[in-house]
């Protein structure tokens, strides 16, 4: 067996693994279905990296994340690793291809997106492939109890049904014990076995804040916590202009959402990733696969829709276990808001149908037609075009996905990709009989190699420059070479796509699983009372209550954060403060009790017991009624 602190140091230059990666490793490695539980930043890529390094064999990597798959795969290559990627948006060409390579090229990962696992092509290739390691990533989307279930997760068992003796190794950041359980019975785990590591953060203080002038706070929070941060806001608009008022007030600020141009995005992530003292304002598209570790604090401007979400985003501070610190701005328009945006989640079924409709439309696609078709989509030109509303439309897209009828995706290609459809001998016949193109073909041909195996992805910006041209005028003669079908070539896109996964459909034939769509609603509703919850309870310790969400019990209270600096700042003692509530509450468990007679009837020192009182009056735990009459606020 390849020592595998051996195969961490010659690709990554780690000298040890971090807390359980290595249980992980060895678990995969040994054979057995394992699902391993680690928080944002605990490095879970490297152990399903370096189990599948140590031993013979292509490992699948699922995962819904296509930025991120894009960005494993560069990783890979640039360690000298091969590694491919499919997923919706590429050509039936470039997966042939790729799939050819993963049986014949040694091609040591494959990353696929869990829609593409249901296709013939791929059930095709896949039985011939030697799979040492099945890696399901963002593991909670197989459950309808998790927060981001995805139906297309669903077909991940046929793997397990095609190579029977292959262990999968399951990953996620955030689950609850129930989602844990339902991830590895969907699975269909020969045994089950959960690795996990403690979710709490012991670097990291959470800090809850209503506020009306929330501005006014980040400024502050930018002045006094030194070093780089990132601003959570909900909506595209108030990243730019978040980020142009920090930078009027001379904080080093810029904003980040999905839809700049790729190119943009790129910049922008590398500058702050470079940088020791930039704030990023964003929506939650900024993070995916960010391993930055002086991040000193993650704010959210506005009340995330769940825990977990929260959790993830939260954990992206101080991963280099320093300390750092996790805010939570809200004011009461923030939880009307979050119960609005929940109704628009989930359009009545007519609504839906006038979405169907209106694409066949716009896409002009004929009943019975369209299967497999890819389509450029422009979500807000649709939208004006039928008079839709974009949230409502949005969801409508997202439910149809579920439903299996479309693949509604953000696989914008940040780089175009090439490829010689003929040999080198056709090539240089070629060249000898088109003089024209000959100096263009060599200039591909000394810069990019393996480009008569595989797509390879090229930058027409670059060619320019070596040739002294137009970034144009090269895209120009790729375009005639491939009309020729001497190469193939696929430009970058910074749109959004849509596939039809089946061929359009009359409205009547339009079903759907009623039952799982009104489950998920409820598990929904569910997750957006417990974010509340938490924004609201200021007598408990902020860690303790996601520790005691995601399962982990018998934790102590942090210190830190701000329902614990208000119980530092009292005389009473934490343990004196524990047995002071537990006695109120068995004396006001049955009826309200004046506060004289509460007083009188508790064994502690008047003074302690006044204090309790005036702290969970003051956080709503307790509340006055008539005459001076004392209840426990339920």
Request: aromatic letters at 12%; glycine letters at 6%.
């Amino acid at each position: 067996m390849n020592s595998f602190e051996t195969i961490l140091y010659k690709y990554w230059k780690f000298s040890k693994f971090r807390p359980l990666q290595r249980e992980i490793i060895e678990s995969a490695y040994n054979g057995n279905d394992t699902l391993a539980l680690m928080p944002t930043g605990g490095g879970k890529s490297i152990t399903f990296q370096v189990a599948a390094l140590a031993q013979e064999g292509i490992c699948i990597v699922v995962t819904p994340l296509i930025a991120l798959m894009k960005d494993q795969v560069d990783n890979l290559k640039l360690k000298g690793i091969k590694a491919v990627a499919i997923y919706s948006g590429l050509s039936y060409s470039e997966i042939d291809i790729a799939l050819d390579n993963c049986v014949y090229g040694g091609v040591k990962f494959l990353y696929v997106s869990p829609e593409r696992l249901q296709t013939p092509l791929f059930l095709e290739r896949v039985k011939l492939m030697n799979v040492c390691l099945i890696t399901v990533d963002e593991a909670h989307c197989i459950s309808q109890w998790g927060y981001d279930f995805r139906p297309s997760y669903m077909q991940i068992p046929q793997l397990r049904s095609i190579f029977p003796q292959v262990p999968i190794l399951a990953l996620t950041a955030t689950a609850t014990p129930q989602v844990a359980e339902d991830i590895q019975n969907k699975l269909e785990f020969r045994a089950h076995n959960v690795l996990t590591k403690s979710f709490e953060r012991k670097n990291l203080t959470y800090i809850v804040k209503e506020k009306q002038d929330k501005l006014g706070y980040i400024l502050n929070l930018c002045k006094k916590v030194k070093g780089v941060g990132i601003v959570y806001v909900r909506t595209r608009k108030q990243t730019k202009e978040t980020a142009y008022l920090l930078q009027q007030k001379g904080i080093n600020a810029d904003y980040y959402h999905a839809g700049l141009d790729s190119d943009v995005r790129q910049m922008k992530q590398e500058a702050w990733t470079k940088s020791n003292n930039m704030v990023m304002v964003s929506t939650n598209a900024f993070g995916m696969g960010i391993d930055k570790p002086n991040v000193r604090f993650v704010l959210h401007l506005d009340v995330p829709e769940s825990l977990e979400a929260y959790f993830q985003e939260a954990g992206r501070a101080g991963r280099d276990e320093k300390e750092a610190f996790a805010v939570l701005l809200y004011n009461k328009q923030d939880i009307t808001t979050i119960r609005t945006n929940f109704t628009k989640k989930y359009p009545d079924y007519a609504y839906i149908k006038r979405v169907y409709e209106a694409l066949g439309n716009y896409f002009q696609v004929a009943i019975g037609e369209a299967k497999g078709r890819v389509f450029d989509f422009f979500i807000a030109e649709f939208c004006a075009q039928f008079k839709l509303e974009i949230v409502m439309t949005f969801n409508s897209l997202k439910i149809l996905e579920d439903e299996g009828y479309l693949v509604f995706s953000d696989a914008a290609e940040r780089y175009s990709r090439a490829k010689f459809h003929v040999n080198r001998n056709e090539l240089y016949k070629f060249q000898v009989e088109n003089r024209e193109f000959d100096a263009f073909i060599k200039l591909i041909l000394r810069n990019y190699e393996g480009i008569f195996t595989d797509f390879v992805t090229i930058s027409e910006e670059s060619l320019a420059k070596k040739a002294g041209t137009t970034p144009e005028n090269i895209t120009q003669y790729l375009i005639a070479l491939s009309q020729r079908r001497i190469i193939g070539y696929y430009k970058a896109k910074q749109n959004p796509i849509l596939m039809y996964s089946e061929e359009r459909l009359p409205l009547e034939n339009l079903l759907f699983s009623y039952d799982n769509i009104a489950f998920r609603k409820e598990q929904n509703k569910k997750r957006i009372d417990a974010i509340i919850d938490y924004v609201g309870n200021q007598s408990k310790c902020r860690s303790l209550q996601l520790l005691e969400y995601f399962g982990e019990t018998g934790k102590q209270r942090c210190g830190n954060c701000d329902v614990c600096r208000k119980r530092n700042a009292m005389k009473v003692n934490k343990l004196q403060f524990d047995y002071i509530i537990e006695d109120m509450k068995k004396r006001l468990a049955e009826k309200p009790v004046a506060v004289h007679e509460l007083v009188a009837s508790m064994d502690y020192a008047e003074e302690d017991i006044k204090e309790v009182i005036d702290f969970l009056l003051e956080n709503k735990k307790m509340i006055y009624m008539g005459s001076g009459m004392l209840t426990w606020n339920k």
